[in-house]
């Protein structure tokens, strides 16, 4: 789909299922811990409406209490980041876009992403703890439409337009970040509108990313022959 934009200046990246490989985290260390039979209920009824994701957040996190911080460390670092991604990452930090990453998550889960990247803005949940174990509760920094607040809030800081800010996203969730950008891409994506809101669908992760961007004069503001 043809793009005739300015250079990227502000990449707004979701994490789980677009840089990092299982689609929720939450659902990953459920599996690990034993607990994903506990958690299933839970999570049919914050799909059903029934419960708000709030409420679900605080459900979820209780099944963790007690487990060392350590260890979920660990089991965390098993779910690997996506081919491509890391030459993404890369790539924009080299062309001077701030990138920034957001996430329903949790920082135990985007920290690690944001220090090996030098990546400064970072939005999550937090997980609660005290003498290095889960206390099973949780703050919920990532509300519905807190991750469209954030990307605004990035833009107002950096004079951002929409023409030079990309967001990159996997579920219907991040159609609110699509709204925010002028260049938007689905990977994997779990929603047809998401798919149909992007300008390009990277399957099954995000190995030709960089190549498309470079293509576009996305990241040093020269298209390529």
């Given at each position: 789909?043809?793009?005739?934009?300015?250079?990227?200046?502000?990449?707004?990246?979701?994490?789980?299922?677009?840089?990092?490989?299982?689609?929720?985290?939450?659902?990953?260390?459920?599996?690990?811990?034993?607990?994903?039979?506990?958690?299933?209920?839970?999570?049919?009824?914050?799909?059903?409406?029934?419960?708000?994701?709030?409420?679900?957040?605080?459900?979820d996190v209780a099944?963790?209490?007690?487990?060392?911080?350590?260890?979920?460390?660990?089991?965390?670092?098993?779910?690997?980041?996506?081919?491509?991604?890391?030459?993404?990452?890369?790539?924009?930090?080299?062309?001077?876009?701030?990138?920034?990453?957001?996430?329903?998550?949790?920082?135990?889960?985007?920290?690690?992403?944001?220090?090996?990247?030098?990546?400064?803005?970072?939005?999550?949940?937090?997980?609660?703890?005290?003498?290095?174990?889960?206390?099973?509760?949780?703050?919920?920094?990532?509300?519905?439409?807190?991750?469209?607040a954030f990307a605004?809030?990035?833009?107002?800081?950096?004079?951002?337009?929409?023409?030079?800010?990309?967001?990159?996203?996997?579920?219907?969730?991040d159609l609110e970040?699509?709204?925010?950008?002028?260049?938007?891409?689905?990977?994997?994506?779990?929603?047809?509108?998401?798919?149909?809101?992007?300008?390009?669908?990277?399957?099954?992760?995000?190995?030709?990313?960089?190549?498309?961007?470079?293509?576009?004069?996305?990241?040093?503001?020269?298209?390529?022959?």
């Open positions: 789909r043809g793009l005739s934009l300015p250079r990227l200046r502000l990449a707004v990246l979701d994490v789980d299922g677009t840089l990092k490989e299982a689609e929720s985290p939450y659902q990953f260390l459920h599996a690990r811990l034993g607990v994903a039979h506990l958690a299933r209920e839970n999570r049919e009824l914050a799909l059903a409406g029934k419960i708000p994701p709030g409420e679900w957040l605080r459900r099944l963790w209490a007690g487990q060392p911080v350590d260890k979920i460390r660990r089991l965390l670092s098993e779910n690997p980041i996506l081919p491509g991604a890391a030459e993404l990452l890369v790539a924009l930090k080299q062309a001077g876009v701030v990138v920034a990453l957001v996430s329903a998550g949790f920082t135990l889960n985007t920290d690690p992403l944001a220090a090996e990247f030098g990546i400064e803005h970072v939005l999550a949940n937090e997980l609660l703890y005290e003498d290095g174990t889960l206390s099973g509760k949780a703050i919920n920094r990532v509300p519905h439409g807190g991750k469209a605004r809030d990035l833009m107002a800081q950096l004079r951002a337009g929409p023409e030079e800010t990309l967001a990159a996203g996997d579920t219907k969730v970040l699509f709204d925010c950008a002028g260049v938007r891409i689905a990977v994997n994506p779990r929603s047809e509108a998401l798919a149909a809101a992007a300008h390009v669908v990277f399957e099954p992760d995000l190995t030709g990313a960089v190549a498309w961007l470079a293509a576009r004069g996305l990241l040093d503001g020269s298209e390529s022959p």
